[in-house]
Nanobody, 120 residues
């Protein structure tokens, strides 16, 4: 079983910053790709950013100038640094990870989500 626990969300004023963290734990051999998604109220869940084991990153085009994804492989942790936040960044942010649970065995898991609210 794999658990993802997110932290770092909260209420911030427009122009502020937040740093989200997500720790992966459980019966895993390694964590492969990790990423952050977000779901604004009444909308679908979309990719914010992803990062591979060796640090290759991918961002939603509209966010790459303000958001930075990083990871600490030793801690099975992924981070999302969010700067210059805007009210439209308000959403529930979800962590996603693909973990190896054995030879040729992988599982994709989600965190419970953390609320980010940006006030104008």
């Amino acid at each position: 079983q794999v658990q993802l626990v997110e932290s770092g969300g909260g209420l911030v004023q427009a122009g502020g910053s937040l740093r989200l963290s997500c720790v992966v734990s459980g019966s895993i051999f390694s964590v492969n790709a990790m990423g952050w998604y977000r779901q604004p109220p009444g909308k679908r869940r979309d990719l914010v950013a992803s990062i591979t084991t060796n640090g290759n990153t991918k961002y939603a085009d509209s966010l790459k100038d303000r958001f930075t994804i990083s990871r600490d492989n030793a801690k099975n942790t992924v981070y999302l640094q969010m700067n210059s936040l805007k009210p439209e960044d308000t959403a529930v942010y979800y962590c996603n990870a693909v973990s190896s649970t054995g030879p040729n065995s992988y599982i994709a898991s989600w965190g419970q989500g953390t609320q980010v609210t940006v006030s104008s």
